[in-house]
């Protein structure tokens, strides 16, 4: 079998993590048959550790993100901000990407003209009781002020979250 996707390698990214992002996103029911199509000798285990190692609250950060975005700009399905949202609740178990964290912040940019989403929140707080922790969104900025493009060079990018 050849292989069809294999996941960008993230700069200073360790090997054993990619292949271990590819195992988990390619649909392989076992470690053997993603062995097979990687290694001639078909004996390396690919460690899943590195996968484990996630930030929950950068998920739930995220998916907050979007169901806002969705609610405030009353998105319609079959829409940028739907796609991304499938894509992060498929992956759900693993840390997202940090081209989705870019794409739900120029969304963001694009529908949200003039303010922040954290700012167009607020404006909704005055007449509906909002939790707070529903739109802490600091991962995210972080996550966008850290972006980098594909050769590792820092981007600067105004967080729109």
């Known amino acids: 079998m050849s292989i069809v996707y294999f996941p960008k390698i993230y700069p200073d990214e360790l090997v054993s993590s990619v292949l271990?992002?590819?195992?988990?996103?390619s649909g392989y029911i076992?470690?053997?048959?993603?062995?097979?199509?990687?290694?001639?000798?078909?004996?390396?285990?690919?460690?899943?550790?590195?996968?484990?190692?996630?930030?929950?609250?950068?998920?739930?950060?995220l998916y907050n993100?979007?169901?806002?975005?969705?609610v405030i700009i009353d998105a319609k399905p079959n829409t940028a901000i739907y796609e991304v949202k499938e894509k992060v609740w498929k992956f759900k178990s693993y840390e997202p990407f940090p081209s989705q964290v870019k794409a739900v912040?120029?969304?963001?940019?694009?529908n949200i003209v003039?303010?922040?989403?954290?700012?167009?929140?607020?404006?909704?707080r005055h007449d509906n009781d909002i939790r707070d922790g529903m739109c802490?969104?600091?991962?995210?900025?972080?996550?966008?002020?850290?972006?980098?493009?594909?050769e590792g060079?820092?981007?600067?990018?105004?967080?729109?979250f």
């Open 65 to 70: 993100a979007i169901m806002w975005v969705i």
């Open 114 to 124: 003039g303010k922040t989403l954290t700012e167009a929140i607020d404006e909704l």
């Open 105 to 110: 912040n120029t969304i963001i940019g694009k």
């Open 30 to 61: 076992t470690y053997k048959n993603a062995d097979k199509d990687i290694f001639v000798s078909g004996h390396r285990k690919i460690d899943k550790e590195f996968v484990k190692n996630i930030r929950p609250e950068v998920i739930e950060q």
């Open 20 to 25: 271990a992002r590819y195992y988990a996103q």
């Open 153 to 160: 060079n820092p981007v600067v990018i105004v967080s729109k």
């Open 136 to 150: 802490d969104f600091d991962k995210l900025v972080d996550i966008i002020g850290n972006y980098k493009d594909k």
